[in-house]
């Protein structure tokens, strides 16, 4: 087909919009591809922080501040200019996490006093907390409560599952709706068409679990290894074709890559291995589509 030039020329600006749309990018404590849990070094934070940047994220999340990950993550994004989207970990239901929370809840007010609040997106308290929503969103509120008696004024929440966040739309009212969604586990969904189901599916539920509120996809991704589950097949294919979709889903919502690289120490095949980094190649392949 010969184009026009107003058709060529109506290509450009979709051309010149390729880019990173996603929100962040989520990284575990522990470094890659290692069987045994093994905390990152600052050194290491500091090259995830700008493999990040050098593939055009802006954050990135963590979901616990066990190995001093807080500290080190915010020092290595501050390096490189990202923000953080800061998760606290909760071990056990809420009350069996109550200590762990509040100390948490203490480490982060000297990371937002040395870093600055510039530096914080958010504060999630829990992630996929087995808990009540009343459990979890009262902890939520004294948590915000609390740093807003100090003059911490990040937002606050709590980040679950797509589904729950759905039925339980009580789990909005914190700052922010935070949400992970992994299509993988639909999973009536093949990975092509792992964006159409956060566009179709779960951007819908949200908007009506959490009204106007803004909400974060905190995790969504696509593993490479691992048993098939119905549609969903694990590859790298797989894994590249769904974080493609995802890139151009994000052009419409916030949404964190999952995860920086693979982690062995998980359980199974499936878990281990939605990692990004040093498996597939996003400037010169997933982020050109969008
Ligand atoms: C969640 O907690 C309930 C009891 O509080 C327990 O029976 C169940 O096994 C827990 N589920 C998981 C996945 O840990």
Same mark, same amino acid.
Request: proline letters at 2%.
């Given at each position: ?9 109506? +290509?450009? =600006? ?11 990018l989520t990284a575990a404590n522990a470094i890659g591809g290692n069987g045994a849990y093994t905390c990152r070094s600052q050194a290491q934070w500091n090259t995830l922080a700008n493999d990040a940047r050098n ?5 990135i999340r963590i979901e616990g501040f066990d190995c001093n990950a807080l500290d080190m993550a915010s020092s290595a994004a501050a390096a490189a200019?990202l923000?953080v989207?800061a998760?606290?970990y909760?071990?056990?239901?809420? *009350? ?11 480490t982060?007010?000297?990371a937002?006093?040395k870093y ?9 308290? /829990? ?19 609390? +740093?807003?008696?100090? /003059? ?6 709590? *980040? ?11 789990? !909005? ?5 935070? *949400? ?6 639909? =999973?009536?969904?093949?990975? /092509? ?16 679990? !959490?009204?106007?509120?803004?909400? $974060? ?16 097949? =694990? ?18 919502? $916030?949404?964190?890559?999952?995860e920086y690289d693979d982690q062995y120490w ?9 990692g990004?980094f040093g ?10 589509? !969008?």
């Amino acid at each position: 087909m010969k184009l026009t030039f107003a058709a060529t020329a109506a +290509l450009l =600006p979709a051309l010149a919009l390729a880019a990173n749309h996603f929100r962040g990018l989520t990284a575990a404590n522990a470094i890659g591809g290692n069987g045994a849990y093994t905390c990152r070094s600052q050194a290491q934070w500091n090259t995830l922080a700008n493999d990040a940047r050098n593939t055009g994220f802006t954050s990135i999340r963590i979901e616990g501040f066990d190995c001093n990950a807080l500290d080190m993550a915010s020092s290595a994004a501050a390096a490189a200019g990202l923000q953080v989207m800061a998760g606290i970990y909760v071990n056990g239901n809420i *009350a069996q996490g109550m200590v762990g929370i509040n100390n948490d809840v203490q480490t982060f007010v000297a990371a937002y006093k040395k870093y600055g609040a510039g530096r914080y997106i958010g504060l999630t308290v /829990g992630n996929e907390v087995n808990d009540s929503v009343y459990n979890i969103m009262q902890k939520v509120y004294d948590v915000r409560g609390y +740093l807003r008696s100090i /003059g911490v004024s990040t937002p606050v929440s709590t *980040a679950h599952t797509w589904v729950f966040v759905r039925d339980n739309p009580e789990m !909005c009212n914190g700052d922010f709706g935070a *949400a992970n969604a992994h299509a993988f586990f639909d =999973p009536n969904t093949q990975s /092509g068409g792992a964006g159409n189901f956060l566009l179709n599916v779960v951007r819908p539920a949200l908007d009506r679990a !959490c009204g106007g509120k803004v909400w $974060y996809i905190t995790e969504s991704g696509w593993p490479s290894r691992g048993n098939r589950l119905n549609q969903a097949q =694990p590859s790298l294919g797989d894994e590249t074709s769904a974080l493609t979709q995802l890139n151009c889903a994000a052009r419409s919502m $916030y949404v964190y890559a999952f995860e920086y690289d693979d982690q062995y120490w998980k359980n199974g095949a499936t878990e281990q291995s939605f990692g990004i980094f040093g498996k597939v190649d996003l400037n010169g392949n997933i982020l050109k589509a !969008c």
